[in-house]
């Protein structure tokens, strides 16, 4: 078991005076966060209510994991923002706007928007659930800024956070 185990050293790369490897991943333990059911801090976007199940400041900015309940209706306009994200649904239907493209997301479907996609979403039942992925710190950094802050006030925080409504 010990030689399985053991700590190698770091592999030298020969003709590069002085470099051993690549920088040291950080370290799993050090970032694991438990989420029980239910809980997680509550965002109220006006369109939806998040629960933030896995902040950025849990994973080094690396990507943030959200559960989104939203109420029949169209959310927010199309729009384009500057991370990367994906949407997993568990319950409800809804569609998805990319780049031009409907998209038909019932429970177990999922979809991924690049970053700089102009997306929205529907939701054609009386309410869906799904988890929203991000990656980056950005989003939850949004959705904290427009829970705080009035309706009125999102078409500024939008801006703020590089998020592009298409005309």
């Known amino acids: ?11 030298r790369y020969p003709g590069i ?4 490897a690549a920088p040291p991943v950080p370290s799993v333990g050090g970032m694991t ?37 939203a109420p029949r209706g ?4 199309p729009h384009a923002d500057p991370w ?4 997993y649904v568990l319950h409800g239907r809804i ?3 990319v780049d031009g493209e409907l998209h038909d997301l019932g429970p177990g479907a999922s979809i991924s928007v690049p970053a700089g996609a102009v997306n929205t979403f529907t939701v054609h039942t009386p309410s869906a659930q799904f988890l929203a992925v991000s990656l980056t710190g950005g989003m939850g950094r949004f959705f904290r800024d427009v829970d ?3 309706p009125e006030q999102a ?13």
């Open 95 to 97: 569609t998805v706007y």
């Open 84 to 87: 990367a994200k994906a949407f």
């Open 148 to 150: 705080r802050a009035g």
């Open 155 to 167: 078409p500024e925080i939008a801006a703020r956070h590089q998020i592009e409504f298409a005309s």
């Open 1 to 11: 078991m010990d030689a399985v185990c053991a700590h190698r050293a770091a592999p």
């Open 33 to 69: 966060h438990f989420s029980a059911p239910g809980a997680g801090p509550e965002l109220d976007t006006g369109d939806a209510r998040i629960t933030v199940k896995i902040g950025a400041e849990h994973t080094g900015d690396a990507f943030e994991v959200f559960e989104v309940d």
């Open 74 to 77: 169209p959310s927010v306009p």
């Open 17 to 20: 005076r002085g470099y051993r």
